[in-house]
């Protein structure tokens, strides 16, 4: 009787685990709060070790047990988590979920938002309120890039970059997908005036230092990917300042979004620091227009348009310069006459249409081009005074003669076809591209110098230059590209994993050169600590030689002659990137810890010397080399509710010419650090400080108009801080004031920067002063000094 009790317990008991260990299926797909697929969030049980993670569209399938009350937890780093509870789930269940940004707000203060760097080396920064930092170029965008580990710059007139060893030509930079250009006969950071990317109009940025994907084009350091901004509603906003003016509008529903925006910079103020004085007038301007039209579901069609006018005009009357040590200090004295006069135009246009017949496929058809109408000319005479202070003696008198008269008119036209497909836990990416450029170039420089009444260099058959060149080159030619890459992620007992690899090939019909350029990527976020990833990339990049490249320029007894080298091949650079990320969370604040470590071998190259920011090449490869270093990056909240970051990057990159000895390449910059902070009042929302500071080793140097192998000599270190306070003179983001011209504004900023805070007299160039006994003296050329800057920011 007993034995028969136990058994029905028993029987009851196995029945009634029988009857709860139904089997559940919960599927669905994961996205933000645009409706963006969000890859590898996870999908868990809450209080069992039962989950799962997203494929690339954000599809997840997730089966356990059901129960009375089974709760599901859904999240990624840089989103809320959200979670569901199911009240005895039965069968399959179908369940989309959206994750908000977890952007942390802290009254008003603007957050950079904090999104998870996934298993390729590309870093994400989306900009908030980049109008409030200060900014001596203007160029906002640029200036964030220059603050990132592994980038390096010495001129902030300039909003070029170098990176990893390359030179400001080895980076690519794309906006929605199409690549932008710059103006080519640009010698000096005070000429360049606005670049194409346009910080209001901006809505994400991807930068990659190196070991980027087959899907980017042919050069060697980095890429730089924009993309624009769809208003979903009217925006609008306007600023003001010493340095220049602009005024941005723009609107959008489910259907049409069109943004513009015209740009007014005017650098005069802030070259009024520089040593040589005179009357500076420069005037650049853009106007800048975004349509994406929804036309169906299916179909989308998009345009962007850029004009230019940058106008540099500047007579200068005299210079006064010291330099030296402490116990030998020398002053150079010029006074001039003449002028100098630059214009550069530029158009671009693209057009892309993209048809996505359902969500796993996509076809984009884009076409673009882009005209550069350039003139550098100018007549300057200057009368020198080389003078020792110590001993109020003068070392050396003379005077010289500079002229020219250059102008350049380039086309480059592309049309490219390119899908995306995803299939399973594989997004297969790929692409062609026709491109088609036509270059005419007429160029007469020369130079004249004398000391002391003769002319140098002294030359038995009467008066000769010091420097000559005159050309009149014109070509055509097109290049043809194919890549296709896969990229592949999947979960197992060690993590997720993330592999991408992937080819490109590509064709020159100047030389007939055919280059194939295999790429590799293998991310790890451990199983053991998801807030760790491991990363190693790898590739093979071409940089096919654009129209300055290709200049071989022959210098005899001062006479320059130019011819385009038909037989000049591609550069190529083989990339290895070891690199770790680190998510953590110090004094309760998210903070963001990257390291990476690099070795570039270099083949093929176009040796080059720099002036400022003129690159002046070889003309032919002759000459091999590496590039090798290690960059850290302290990114989080420095001070609660803000984003900051602090870098630092040391490198040496050699290279051998013709054969010769290793000697540094002109982009030697040892080490860098960089620190970009911002913060804010206490307790309220109306103050806000920003601060960015650079300390850069400085690059290596040599006489004009000479071999690499003459740049012996090493600048100083770059040191820069700027410093800007930002005060919120009208909040109405809630329209608490409705009527008046207060109901129009939501928000009205008005600033102070302190540019150059420390007033340190930084070097860009030098001058080189000959005496009569041929003895050169290096006169540096100081950048800008300590400037304030006033501005005001309105929003509506």
Not at 268 to 277: A, H, M
Not at 554 to 568: F, R
Not at 660 to 677: E, H, M, Q, V
Not at 678 to 693: C, E, G, H, I, V
């Amino acid at each position: 009787m007993r034995l028969r009790l136990y058994i029905t317990i028993l029987l009851t008991i196995l029945f009634a685990q029988a009857a709860t260990a139904q089997k559940v299926t919960i599927k669905g797909r994961v996205t933000d709060e645009n409706q963006k697929p969000i890859e590898i969030a996870n999908v868990s049980v809450v209080g069992k070790p039962i989950g799962t993670v997203c494929d690339l569209n954000g599809n997840y399938s997730l089966t356990c047990e059901s129960s009375d009350s089974l709760v599901i937890a859904y999240s990624m780093i840089g989103y809320q988590t959200r979670k569901r509870t199911f009240k005895n789930p039965t069968d399959t269940l179908t369940v989309n979920v959206t994750l908000p940004s977890s952007d942390i707000r802290l009254a008003d203060a603007e957050i950079i938002h904090k999104e998870r760097q996934m298993t390729t080396t590309q870093q994400i920064e989306t900009p908030k309120k980049l109008r409030l930092n200060p900014s001596a170029s203007g160029n906002g965008i640029e200036d964030i890039i220059k603050s990132q580990a592994g980038v390096s710059s010495h001129n902030e007139l300039s909003s070029q970059y170098n990176v990893r060893g390359g030179n400001f030509d080895e980076n690519s930079v794309y906006v929605n997908g199409i690549e932008v250009y710059r103006p080519l006969l640009i010698r000096a950071g005070q000429q360049e005036g606005l670049s194409f990317l346009n910080p209001d109009m901006v809505g994400s940025i991807a930068f990659s230092t190196g070991g980027f994907e087959a899907k980017y084009g042919d050069k060697m350091s980095s890429v730089l990917d924009i993309t624009y901004r769809k208003p979903r509603e009217f925006e609008s906003n306007a600023s003001l300042s010493m340095l220049g003016a602009s005024i941005y509008a723009g609107w959008g529903n489910d259907k049409v979004s069109f943004s513009n925006s015209l740009r007014y910079k005017s650098n005069q103020y802030l070259l009024g620091t520089l040593d040589t004085k005179g009357e500076y007038n420069p005037a650049f301007i853009d106007y800048q227009a975004y349509l994406d039209w929804r036309i169906t579901p299916k179909l989308n069609f998009s345009l962007i348009g850029n004009i230019a006018r940058n106008e540099y005009k500047f007579t200068p009357s005299d210079r006064k310069t010291s330099f030296g040590t402490l116990e030998d200090v020398k002053e150079f004295k010029v006074y001039f006459d003449g002028w100098e006069r630059d214009l550069f135009r530029t158009a671009f246009g693209a057009a892309s249409l993209n048809y996505a017949p359902n969500e796993y496929n996509q076809f984009t058809l884009q076409a673009s081009a882009f005209n550069t109408d350039e003139e550098e000319t100018y007549d300057i005479i200057g009368e020198y005074w080389l003078n020792d202070i110590n001993t109020d003696e003068t070392m050396s008198v003379g005077g010289y003669m500079e002229h020219a008269r250059n102008y350049l008119e380039a086309n480059v036209q592309s049309l490219s076809l390119s899908a995306r497909h995803y299939i399973g836990a594989h997004n297969i990416n790929w692409g062609a591209e026709l491109k088609m450029q036509d270059f005419n170039d007429r160029q007469r420089e020369w130079e004249l110098r004398d000391s002391a009444g003769y002319n140098v260099p002294v030359h038995p058959d009467g008066l000769r230059p010091v420097y000559s060149l005159k050309s009149a080159t014109s070509f055509s030619s097109k290049n043809l590209s194919f890549h296709a890459q896969d990229t592949y992620k999947f979960t197992n007992s060690i993590g997720v994993i993330s592999v991408n690899a992937g080819i490109r090939v590509s064709y020159w019909d100047w030389n007939n050169e055919w280059i194939v350029s295999p790429r590799a990527s293998i991310g790890l976020i451990p199983k053991f600590n998801d807030d760790m990833t491991f990363r190693f990339a790898t590739g093979v990049y071409y940089q096919t030689p654009f129209y300055k490249e290709m200049r071989d320029t022959t210098t005899v007894d001062g006479i320059a002659t130019v011819s385009l080298n038909k037989n000049i091949k591609s550069q190529r650079s083989i990339h290895f990137v070891l690199g770790y990320d680190h998510h953590f969370k110090m004094a309760g604040r998210p903070f963001k810890f990257t390291a990476e470590a690099y070795y570039k071998k270099l083949d093929n190259l176009i040796p080059y010397n720099v002036d400022n920011v003129r690159i002046v090449y070889y003309g032919e490869n002759c000459a091999h080399g590496y590039a090798t270093g290690i960059d850290l990056k302290l990114f989080g909240e420095f001070v609660p509710g803000t984003d900051s970051w602090l870098t630092f990057s040391i490198m040496d990159t050699k290279e051998k010419i013709n054969g010769g000895d290793w000697i540094p390449r002109p982009t030697n910059s040892r080490f860098n650090a960089s620190l970009y902070f911002t913060d804010y009042f206490p307790n309220t929302d109306r103050w806000k400080m920003s601060l960015q500071a650079s300390y850069a080793d400085g690059l290596p140097f040599g006489p004009p108009h000479t071999g690499r192998e003459k740049q012996r000599f090493n600048a100083p270190a770059y040191k820069r801080v700027d410093i800007g306070m930002s005060y919120r003179l009208l909040n109405n983001e809630d329209y608490i004031y409705r009527t008046g011209i207060c109901g129009y504004l939501k928000n009205v900023w008005l600033g102070v920067d302190a540019l150059n805070l420390l007033g340190i007299n930084n070097v860009n160039s030098y001058y080189w002063v000959s005496d009569v006994s041929n003895n050169n003296y290096a006169v540096p050329n100081y950048l800008t000094g300590r400037q304030i800057n006033l501005r005001i920011l309105v929003e509506l």
